[in-house]
């Protein structure tokens, strides 16, 4: 696609339950992130990838995030048993193509009730 | 300590004159990239200008420019005749050799007619 494309670009979910969050990249990008973005704050590093496997997942806060890219395009951020203090907007990003910048999707907006 | 710094959370700044949005950086890799973005009320990031720590002149895109002062660990953001529609969030990144881009807490710009 032109851009990178996220799903759902809202998600209300209820405590204690799972979500999963789409990224489709650009096509051809090589590398993929996954950001976490509170209200009036900067974008928060999650998760990268280089092609299918996680460079970096140091940003991960615990056990119950968990990301994959299996075919080395589409990729799912993964979340279990949802708290309140998940709720953000999760911004998915891909770079490639020999260009210093990262392109950003729309994001999701994740709400935990 | 913070990787990048942006002191300013708010700026006004009078429709066709010039503005500054200040960010400052710490790392001690000899080679990082520095990003601008822009976050309109809509959400989506838009990558704005990029400047390397190798790069001896200073990075312009259009009516933006980036002051890179790389002994002070600075990299401004320079607007020249200032819009409407410029009124957004700024985000300053930086790039280290992990890849994946670190950001400020972010500057709104607030452009009066």
């Known amino acids: 696609g032109a851009g990178v494309s996220q799903t759902p670009s809202n998600k209300v979910t209820e405590k204690g339950k799972y979500v999963e969050l789409r990224c489709d990249p650009i096509?051809?990008?090589?590398?993929l992130y996954w950001y976490r973005q509170s209200l009036g704050q900067g974008p928060e590093f999650l998760i990268y990838?280089?092609?299918?496997?996680?460079?970096?997942d140091s940003g991960l806060p615990n056990d119950r995030f968990f990301a994959v890219r299996p075919e080395g395009s589409v990729s799912t951020l993964k979340i279990q048993r949802t708290e309140r203090g998940d709720s953000a907007v999760y911004l998915c990003?891909?770079?490639?193509?020999?260009?210093?910048?990262?392109?950003f999707g729309q994001g999701t907006r994740l709400t935990v009730v | 300590a913070q990787k990048i710094t942006q002191t300013q959370p708010g700026m006004f700044v009078q429709e066709k004159e010039a503005v500054t949005l200040d960010c400052t950086y710490d790392?001690?890799?000899?080679?990082?990239?520095l990003f601008w973005y822009k976050q309109p009320s809509s959400g989506e990031m838009i990558f704005l200008i990029y400047?390397?720590?190798?790069?001896?002149q200073n990075a312009t895109e259009g009516r933006y420019s980036l002051n890179f002062q790389k002994a002070r660990k600075s990299a401004n953001l320079v607007i020249s005749a200032s819009q409407l529609g410029d009124s957004a969030m700024y985000f300053c990144?930086?790039?280290?050799?992990?890849?994946?881009?670190?950001f400020g807490g972010g500057t709104r710009l607030m452009v009066k007619p």
């Open positions: 990144a930086m790039r280290e050799a992990g890849n994946m881009l670190t």
């Open positions: 400047q390397g720590s190798y790069d001896e």
């Open positions: 790392t001690s890799d000899q080679s990082y990239g």
């Open positions: 096509s051809g990008h090589t590398a």
């Open positions: 990838f280089q092609g299918t496997g996680a460079a970096d």
């Open positions: 990003a891909s770079s490639g193509g020999g260009r210093p910048e990262a392109f």
